[in-house]
């Protein structure tokens, strides 16, 4: 009998942590160690416990307090977990004490979303953006992870007099950082040769929260083999397809998703993409309507547009995943005609609470559509208004362009 040995790798567990602060309530930290267990799935880390602390500041040597940091020890080496990720970023010195004391790898939001970004990136340009990010991101920590680089140097003439393998490791991560930088500019005069060379189309780009439905939309719209996924970031690149609606072409570009506390490193690093978005003529701001904190979603999300100058621009609402709300949705119930308890139960509800804000935006008179992308709800609707926002764009670079009204 042949013996046959399985080959797959044992999927990491993790134990999330986060803090319950003045500037951050318990429900907060409860929904992002969530978004924090969802970003931990997608870079292939199964989740196994959360862990909370109500703190006024985090604790300056290991985050949390001595008595958590026991409970975190104990369970981790009851569980045999692999790895403690924290929801806020980290200092070089907590991270030493805490894999000192815990004896597992330890993870800030920071460098987990750097991981995620690194798995999703394809093109030479998002790999290289990526690659920047994270030697800026260890750059401060070189004293606990960079030990490898010893491999790279040594032989005759590498070291200086007297240097010490710490300065010689931040000097190989600087002069990295430097060649990055070079190979990105380089690329980036390439992009803006590009982008010159559409000028005379009207551009859109799709914007929005991570994991919200825009490769799917993109998809739809562009009828091309766009990769779309439900997980986090699962678009890295900047993806751009001619579309014709209505005999009039336009570029519509899907773009990375945001996130709250997203690292700034990578804004900074993902500039080039991000300009698909600053140099768009029109945004589509998808937003998963059915998820609790869709409005702190948007939020984030103006604020990052604001951020590299694209907050101004003419924008449709897009939202999306109408089928996971309850019936009626966008439907005025009478209240007097409702139990109490039913009236509680939804003056309670996160999904509720938004669907009633969403019911006052109607009333502003703001661009807005509500779809499916998934289930193909409301989708002609949708196509109508862009086309409406694409036209009248078009008609002001080509004035005796021949109008047509066919959708």
Same mark, same amino acid.
């Given at each position: ?9 044992? /999927? ?15 429900? /907060? ?8 267990? =969802? ?187 766009? =990769?779309?996924?439900?997980?986090? =970031? ?12 209505? /005999? ?29 978005? @600053? ?61 109490? @308890? ?44 862009? =086309? ?20």
């Amino acid at each position: 009998m042949i013996k046959t040995f399985s080959t797959a790798e044992k /999927q990491e567990t993790a134990v999330l942590v986060a803090l319950i602060t003045p500037q951050q309530s318990a429900g /907060q930290a409860n929904e992002y160690l969530e978004e924090l267990a =969802f970003l931990a799935e997608t870079s292939g880390a199964k989740t196994i416990k959360f862990f909370t602390q109500k703190l006024e500041k985090p604790d300056i040597r290991t985050f949390v307090g001595k008595g958590k940091l026991d409970e975190i020890k104990n369970y981790v080496k009851a569980s045999e977990a692999d790895m403690v990720i924290f929801d806020d970023d980290l200092t070089p010195s907590q991270v030493r004490n805490l894999e000192r004391e815990l004896e597992v790898k330890i993870l800030d939001r920071s460098l987990l979303i750097l991981n995620i970004f690194s798995l999703r990136a394809k093109t030479a340009q998002a790999k290289a953006q990526v690659e920047l990010a994270q030697y800026q991101y260890l750059l401060p920590r070189l004293t606990r992870m960079w030990s490898h680089l010893s491999k790279q140097k040594g032989g005759i003439g590498m070291r200086g007099p007297g240097e010490k393998e710490l300065e010689t490791d931040r000097r190989i991560v600087r002069d990295k950082i430097s060649l990055l930088r070079e190979k990105l500019d380089k690329i980036e005069k390439q992009s803006e040769t590009r982008r010159k060379h559409r000028d005379r189309m009207v551009r859109v780009a799709l914007v929005g929260y991570t994991n919200v439905g825009k490769s799917t939309i993109m998809q739809m719209l562009s009828k091309a083999d766009v =990769f779309a996924e439900d997980k986090l =970031f699962a678009t890295v690149d900047s993806t751009v397809r001619k579309v014709v609606v209505n /005999q009039i072409p336009f570029l519509l570009t899907d773009t990375v998703g945001f996130i709250r506390k997203l690292p700034h490193t990578l804004v900074e690093c993902f500039k080039s993409t991000l300009d698909e978005i @600053s140099e768009a003529d029109i945004l589509l701001h998808v937003v998963d309507v059915s998820h609790p904190a869709c409005h702190e979603q948007i939020e984030i999300v103006d604020g990052t547009l604001a951020e590299i100058g694209a907050g101004d621009k003419p924008t449709l609402m897009v939202y999306n995943k109408v089928d996971a709300l309850p019936d009626n949705y966008l439907e005025e119930a009478p209240l007097n005609e409702m139990e109490e @308890s039913e009236q509680a139960a939804q003056e309670a509800d996160p999904v509720w609470i938004n669907l009633n804000a969403f019911r006052e935006e109607r009333k502003e008179g703001v661009e807005k559509v509500f779809i499916s992308a998934l289930k193909k709800v409301n989708i002609q609707e949708m196509r109508k208004q862009v =086309f409406e926002l694409v036209a009248d764009k078009h008609y002001t670079i080509f004035p005796n362009y021949l109008k047509n009204e066919v959708y």
